[in-house]
């Protein structure tokens, strides 16, 4: 991998945000797109950014994948809801020695993924990013923005830091995006859900916000408990140690946050498809095969799945 | 008790429903008001029911406890999110050998009433009740209305079927209003708080009625195991067992109901405070005691604490 290409498969709140600055930057990006396809082919991708508006005017827009180039290094970026067609939009992309990128959130992707391309073409990024489509190709960049990258190895092994994790990295660092390393993928998930399953779960059914979660005694009780839940499924199921300071710090983060309304909450008010299954229906399934019993997340689930079908996903 | 005077302790939509049926049928009736006291004075009461309209031009009405009679039957009808005033409402009112009924929902409030006017003077009526307050003085009845009378003793302890409980239970039967017998009141609270914990606090935090609280798989499912947990309680607490056909019986009865908005949902529309503790708060304090787990109703009382403080409660 020299001159490394890049796919983005969904380009949109965070597919746009990478993928743009990734070609700001002079790498070779090619966007997939469904409904923006023509107007970004004919107008290009606008960002509004905390750190510095700009606009592509010209970028590689295509409307199926099956007309793209193969690519070393396909991001995927669409919705978790939209993975029933990860066959289809993956397969005809990949380059033999390319690798998927999973920058989705949840529990299980790239194992599904493995098992479309191979366990030796998948790596992840977890993001932490707050973006927002707000029309046709354009994107808005309010805060955060960094990735942690981790490769994948089947059978939940960790990888340590791996040379096409820095050569990935660079590129993202090149293009202006903050880069770590984490050195065991199935932790850095299940810590990842540390702080998704309370705040994005607790944010939807409440209709709140971190700092209303947190300001009542009762959300914030809540909220670690169902922390707890999550190191005591992340150990049973993955073997995986998520300590009391680890859940003390989220925490502490959330606390000093400004007040925030994560991603889930966004797309439960827009009427958009929650991720449901990726982020607590997953997690759920892995502590119940290991016997681990989480009371919270499973009544969390519930609530949401509800939610969910009632806006007619 | 020969002819028995009653006392209405909160002349809304319960109180107001039962208290104006005692009256209409004769019975001597003093109702207690707040808000409504003046147009109650000058205007009286009106019933729009299922079961026939009614107004009571002429009642008692009272501003203040110490201004009533001492009556036989004390009828506690407040939200008891309003017991804080029991001291100063009840003492004036129950006669040296009169009863305090109370026909409020939730758990240990006969405890609370005995505390005041001692352990003798105590029974309760559980209220399957669908009816609104829908101007001054002005009662709305849905539907239902059946009381089950059930008398108390301390520590506990099922008393059978009482002289009192047949007097006070003919004297609602001659206005009309079903009744039936519980021999042993901690098991009938118990039973009752099998459906409104459930149905009560899904409703809330769902905003949605129990039909579709039933007819989503994974809600519905979550009713059954919140049912569970109480029935655990019951038995670990009060010892009091209440088996699985009972739990089938009230998922089955909600199932074949009409499309349902409980009370506290009611309530929580409407922006008043709801009965959390007497509900959910007093049923987990007694799960705890006895060591006995109850994650989803701590769950759910949690939410709900959350969503009445948002509401300035």
């Not at 010209?58 to 994948?65: L, N, S």
Request: net charge neutral.
């Amino acid at each position: 991998m020299a001159e490394r290409s890049y796919a983005i498969i969904g380009t949109g709140a965070l597919g746009g945000f990478y993928g743009a600055r990734l070609a700001k930057a002079g790498l070779d990006v090619h966007f997939l797109l469904h409904s923006d396809y023509r107007h970004v082919r004919d107008h290009g991708l606008a960002v509004d950014s905390v750190e510095g508006d700009f606009t592509l005017p010209d970028v590689h827009a295509y409307g199926h994948a099956a007309d793209m180039p193969r690519c070393d290094v396909v991001c995927l970026c669409l919705k978790t809801t939209a993975n029933g067609l990860l066959g289809k939009l993956l397969t005809p992309v990949v380059a033999d020695d390319g690798v998927v990128l999973v920058l989705q959130n949840g529990l299980g992707i790239e194992e599904q993924v493995a098992g479309i391309v191979g366990p030796g073409r998948v790596m992840a990024g977890l993001c932490f990013l707050c973006s927002n489509k707000v029309g046709p190709g354009h994107i808005c960049h309010l805060d955060y923005g960094y990735v942690t990258l981790a490769d994948y190895a089947a059978k939940g092994r960790a990888c340590g830091v791996t040379e096409r994790m820095r050569a990935v990295g660079g590129d993202f660092e090149a293009a202006g995006i903050p880069v770590r390393y984490a050195e065991d993928l199935p932790l850095a998930r299940w810590q990842k859900l540390i702080w998704n399953v309370p705040f994005n779960g607790l944010s939807v059914v409440l209709r709140t916000s971190t700092d209303r979660i947190m300001a009542n005694e009762h959300t914030r009780r809540l909220a670690e408990e169902l922390m707890r839940e999550i190191a005591a499924a992340a150990n049973a199921s993955a073997g995986r140690i998520i300590d009391d300071g680890f859940l003390r710090g989220q925490l502490r983060d959330t606390e000093k946050m400004a007040p925030y309304r994560p991603s889930m909450l966004l797309d439960c008010e827009a009427g958009r498809p929650m991720e449901v299954e990726a982020i607590f229906g997953a997690p759920l399934r892995a502590a119940r095969q290991a016997h681990c019993p989480t009371p919270r997340l499973e009544t969390l689930y519930q609530l949401l799945k509800h939610i969910d079908s009632g806006r007619g996903a």
